[in-house]
């Protein structure tokens, strides 16, 4: 995570108006009251990097970015009441070393007390394949869905939208979801419902792939997630070169201990050497005291 004093003059600038413009168009909109998190609020205030990757998307212009961002925060506040998070505002579908689609995967939380069926749709359903669309996602559970880009589609990508459809349930299965989805719109029962863009991403290793043995946790675009992600490879970072130091000081410890059997088997040796000297000499000088007393 880049601190201030790491940041361009053009990216601290960038912030500065972000914040200002924020800040100035906050207190002139009686609409946004309730519709942004005061933790956000604060969030916006104290840290860079956050709306920094907002900023870097659309290449530092604040126009572009911060309307985008204002959607963020109330997506945000209204899903965080409702304890569903998703951390992507856009998806990135990338081509996979080894995968003949290109994929992207969103990761569902949901971090409230209720269990929570969701629903995805996509504006040509011909066009992608998703892994689940529907599904109940239990109070503390996550929900990983894999997204695939049929092939022959890239060149219309940027057109498609896809629609994350969510409300609290009592159901075991997500079987009658458009029923309950019909009968929360029509009586104005608690329901959610969020769009996500679409474009094209760029190859991804294999190892670094987000459907790799399963895991989803690879590859994740959102800004929370980068920044775990950053702490993280800063941990690897870390942790290789104590294991570095470490894998210096076995090799120093054997060569001194090889260095160490060697002079040890020196001094026996010498020490042998020694002792038979000694006996030769003890043995000449006996028979020599023995041919004396002959004479």
């Given amino acids: 995570m880049a601190s201030t004093a790491e940041l ?13 413009r924020f800040q100035s168009e ?14 956000d609020i604060v969030r916006l205030k104290s840290q860079d990097w956050w709306p920094l990757k907002f900023l870097q998307r659309y290449d530092l212009d604040v126009d572009i970015a911060f309307p985008v961002f204002i959607e963020c925060l109330k997506w945000r506040n209204e899903f965080s009441r409702y304890g569903l998070l998703i951390p992507k505002e856009e998806l990135s579908l990338r081509t996979v070393v080894g995968e003949s689609d290109r994929v992207e995967v969103v990761v ?3 971090t409230g ?10 504006t040509s359903p011909e066009k992608f394949r998703v892994r689940p669309s529907s599904g109940i996602i239990h109070a503390g559970d996550t929900a ?10 890239q060149e219309t990508i940027g057109r498609e939208k896809f629609l994350v ?14 029923a309950l989805w019909k009968d929360a719109t029509e009586k104005n029962k608690s329901h959610f419902e969020h769009r996500l863009r679409c474009r094209v991403g760029d190859l991804i290793a294999t190892n670094a792939s987000p459907i ?17 992600m950053e702490e993280l490879a800063e941990q690897v970072r870390n942790v290789r070169n104590e294991n570095r130091i470490l894998l210096l000081l ?9 260095a160490l059997l060697l002079y040890q088997r020196s001094a026996y040796y010498s020490l042998t050497h020694l002792y038979e000297d000694a006996i030769s000499s003890h043995t000449l000088l006996q028979n020599n005291s023995t041919s004396r007393a002959e004479l």
């Fill in 8 to 20: 361009s003059e053009p990216e601290r600038q960038a912030l500065a108006d972000l914040r200002k």
């Fill in 26 to 39: 906050y207190e002139a909109t009686a609409s946004w009251t309730g519709k942004i998190a005061q933790s």
């Fill in 108 to 110: 569902v939380r949901n």
């Fill in 113 to 122: 007390a209720k269990n929570v069926m969701f629903k995805i749709k996509t």
């Fill in 144 to 153: 990983v869905v894999r997204l695939y880009l049929q092939p022959g589609y």
């Fill in 165 to 178: 459809m969510a409300l609290e349930t009592d159901e075991s299965t997500a079987d009658n979801f458009a």
């Fill in 212 to 228: 790799a043995n399963g895991s989803a946790h690879k590859q994740l675009s959102g800004a929370p997630f980068s920044h775990q």
């Fill in 250 to 258: 076995l090799v120093l410890v054997l060569v001194m201990m090889f």
